[in-house]
């Protein structure tokens, strides 16, 4: 276990290197409103089980959490569905860009996972189903609230609105897949949740906090709260490890070791299993669309405390 007063210098120490060096990546122009944010921003926070959250830099300064909410979405996805939801879309990765639309003509419309543009727009239809799509986001985003205990976190409607603008390959994927049956729901509809869902705006240290039950056998070990069973967590855990960094998932668990899932907004949610929630977030990105100093800043992490999954 983490205790306090080592982490807290660790993750200082980290915040600083990280806002010391030059190398920042490539901040994500292809939603023009994501191409205005500074660079130079980096925050780190972790969230232990009793509540404390140990943070530093621009922990407290919200950010486009994007694909970061697909694992929120699968979590409720998977609530509604249950396993039919693997009828809609795989479990494997994909070994492909994160709005690749290449498989999906072999593989006739199922996405290879949730957490790939595809995969996500599938498991939003789920959510959709039966409901307006202003009921279905609602419900997301109440997720996103109580999950974080902070009813101030909120949706970025210009983010929202300037993917919605701009999102051609999105509504390419959607559409195809709407041709196969894989999407039931009308594709603006869809596409108008997935676009709102992708541009809610979480600080690290609400992201972490949102995180917890992921690290607590689907608990939440402050309150109490039973959110997922012990076993869908560790399943959630493990497609985080296997997908949630698009064509760099290899890369990000040879060199961190823990499930993570990343958001081209320049965020990274990653879980130690049983410790910590963490979130990261530096703008820039790497050549696979995932934060570059974000997963050096984990790496570091993971080296000096010595937490990754795979052992020391
Ligand atoms: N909203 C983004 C998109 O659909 C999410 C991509 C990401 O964060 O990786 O392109």
Request: charge should be neutral.
């Amino acid at each position: 276990m983490f205790a306090v007063p080592q982490l807290r210098s660790l993750v200082t120490d980290i915040a600083d290197e990280m806002r010391a060096r030059t190398d920042r990546g490539r901040i994500a122009d292809y939603i023009p409103e994501l191409a205005r944010v500074d660079p130079g921003f980096f925050g780190m926070a972790v969230a232990l089980p009793d509540g404390t959250v140990v943070t530093a830099g621009d922990a407290e300064t919200p950010f486009s959490i994007q694909s970061i909410s697909k694992v929120f979405t699968l979590t409720l996805a998977l609530g509604i569905a249950g396993d039919r939801l693997w009828k809609r879309v795989g479990r494997e990765p994909s070994g492909t860009a994160f709005n690749s639309i290449v498989q999906l003509e072999s593989e006739k419309g199922v996405p290879r996972n949730p957490f790939i543009n595809a995969g996500a727009i599938a498991v939003t239809d789920v959510i959709l189903a039966g409901h307006k799509p202003s009921v279905a986001l609602g419900e997301i985003l109440r997720f996103m609230r109580f999950l974080s205990d902070d009813q101030t976190v909120t949706i970025d409607k210009a983010v929202a609105e300037s993917e919605q603008r701009t999102g051609f390959r999105n509504m390419a994927l959607a559409n195809y897949m709407k041709s196969f049956g894989v999407i039931e729901n009308p594709v603006d509809y869809t596409l108008g949740v997935y676009f709102h869902h992708c541009a809610i705006a979480m600080s690290c240290r609400q992201l972490a906090l949102a995180g917890r039950f992921l690290a607590h056998s689907g608990r939440n070990p402050d309150t109490g709260h039973s959110v997922i069973s012990s076993e869908r967590a560790r399943r959630i855990n493990a497609i985080m490890l296997t997908c949630g960094h698009y064509d760099g998932s290899g890369d990000f668990a040879y060199r961190v070791g823990l499930p993570g899932k990343s958001g081209v907004g320049g965020g990274i949610l990653a879980i130690v299993p049983g410790q910590a929630s963490i979130a990261v977030w530096s703008p820039g990105l790497d050549d696979a669309g995932n934060s570059h100093l974000g997963r050096i800043a984990l790496e570091a992490f993971a080296k000096r405390s010595g937490v990754s999954i795979f052992g020391a």
